[in-house]
Nanobody
Framework: VQLQAFGGGLVQAGGSLRLSCEAS????????MAWFRQAPGKEGEFVAAINWSSSSTSYADSVKGRFTISRDNAKNTVYLQMNSLKPEDTAGYYC???????????WGQGTQVTVSS
């Protein structure tokens, strides 16, 4: 599975961005798709995940109510709608996929999100 993330950029605090991650290859291994992020000097952290049917989602407490994960299986794409962005959301955002929740064997390159105060 190859994952390609798009949509990062520079936005002011309170603004919105939508990230996209397109999967190609053996997309049967994209039952679960997730977003993680890593800020400079910090450990990577889980952001959100969604299962194949979109019947189950999971969010980090820090983004609940502000971020929404969704997917379009016809396009093999997962999205992360980010609203009410804060400077602390600044990070490289990475998409990942796997068969089981929490077990992501495939990772894409990051897309940078920078939130100015």
């Amino acid at each position: 599975v190859q994952l390609q993330a798009f949509g990062g950029g520079l936005v002011q605090a309170g603004g919105s961005l939508r990230l996209s991650c397109e999967a190609s290859g053996r997309t049967v291994r994209t039952n679960w798709m997730a977003w993680f992020r890593q800020a400079p000097g910090k450990e990577g952290e889980f952001v959100a995940a969604i299962n194949w049917s979109s019947s189950s989602t999971s969010y980090a407490d820090s983004v609940k109510g502000r971020f929404t994960i969704s997917r379009d299986n016809a396009k093999n794409t997962v999205y992360l709608q980010m609203n009410s962005l804060k400077p602390e959301d600044t990070a490289g955002y990475y998409c990942a996929s796997g068969t089981f929740f929490g077990d992501y064997g495939y990772w894409g390159q990051g897309t940078q999100v920078t939130v100015s105060s």
